[in-house]
């Protein structure tokens, strides 16, 4: 099992242990421009604790690597994923580069050795490139038994995966406004300011609606995975 720290057998939708996930976000500049893009000095590596737990009788050494995205383009390229087994296992800290395909590295992936029935810990540090603002970036990690030691998950080996997944700010404000002459809407709640500025008037009145939206993805239907809370 592989799960967010403390909960390796976590889910995201109900029964699905690989759907399960840790989100976290990046802290936004005050004051920037929602439509300018992250800078990369603003988009500063996120690390992430993961927990394994071996349910079987028998030590077994546990493989880590990240798993491309199913989507084309759900992580950008030049996007650097440092997978850390803590000492735990043989291996060192290895980092993988994403191409915009696949994820390339230039050491062996580590590795995590779990003794029967017990849990290890292990850390996963994200840094994005330069990014929009706004966006979710899932990394996923599979975790697995290498039997034919290809150093790649394959379909007839142990393997559970649990997502990392980075938000370039989560929390997002929109404002619109509308008119009144009196007791009568002359132009009703939009944000196009080329409705708005033609109808505005001596006299007439603007009335501002804020809507706030969070834009992470939340642990309601599954249990153990980590979702953000936005304050107001």
Known sequence: ??????????????????????????????????TRQLTDAETPPVTFNNTLRNDSPATQVI???????????????????????????????????????VYTTGGVPPTVTVPGGSTASYTVEVNLPIVDQLKEFPVMITA?????????????????????????????????????????????????????SPALRPGRIIEYQITYKNLSSAAVVGSGSVALSARI
């Open 63 to 101: 493989t880590l690597v990240p798993t491309p995205p199913a989507t084309p383009g759900a992580i950008p390229t030049g996007t650097t994923v440092t997978i850390d087994p803590d000492g735990t296992g043989p291996g060192a800290p290895v980092v993988f580069t994403y191409n915009g395909t």
């Open 1 to 34: 099992m592989n799960g967010p720290n403390g909960a390796p057998a976590a889910t995201g939708s109900p029964g699905n242990t690989n759907d399960d996930f840790t989100n976290k976000s990046l802290v936004l500049p005050p004051g920037a421009d929602p």
């Open 144 to 196: 697995f038994v290498d039997l034919d030691g290809d150093k790649t998950p394959d379909t007839d080996e142990p393997t559970n995966q649990t997502i990392d997944r980075i938000y370039s700010g989560y929390l997002s404000l929109e404002k619109k406004a509308q008119i009144w002459d009196g007791s009568t809407i002359i132009v009703p709640f939009t944000s196009d300011t080329t409705l708005l």
